[in-house]
């Protein structure tokens, strides 16, 4: 059974900066596709960033400069650094893990509970 479970989220001030856990079990983090999701009441959940197996990484375009994904495959745990931080990036993050063809389908079987980002001024 995959279980996701993410960690690091919190308070920080516009400007600043998070680094988002995502520590995989049941589920080798090298071995397909892994994402960082966000969604904010009443707006449609956004992939935010994502990861394939061979390390391409693809980025939101509101995120992207900002944002970098990474995984540490001897942890079997991916990572979004979160830099330059706006006020529109306060969204409950989440993660998610599925085969590499789910970084093009967007449709990933599994998901972590979330962590929550607030930017304030």
């Known amino acids: 059974q995959v279980q996701l479970v993410e960690s690091g989220g919190g308070s920080v001030q516009t400007g600043g900066s998070l680094t988002l856990s995502c520590a995989a079990s049941?589920?080798?983090?090298?071995?397909?596709?892994m994402g960082w999701f966000r969604q904010t009441p009443g707006r449609e959940r956004e992939l935010v960033a994502r990861?394939?197996?061979?390390?391409?990484?693809l980025y939101a375009a509101s995120v992207k400069g900002r944002f970098i994904i990474s995984r540490d495959n001897a942890k079997n745990t991916m990572f979004l650094q979160m830099n330059s931080l706006k006020l529109e990036d306060t969204a409950m993050y989440y993660c998610?893990?599925?085969?590499?063809?789910?970084?093009?389908?967007?449709?990933?079987?599994?998901w972590g509970q979330g962590t929550q980002v607030t930017v304030s001024s």
């Open positions: 990861i394939w197996s061979g390390g391409t990484t």
């Open positions: 049941g589920y080798t983090a090298s071995s397909g596709c």
């Open positions: 998610a893990a599925g085969p590499d063809w789910t970084c093009t389908s967007k449709d990933f079987p599994d």
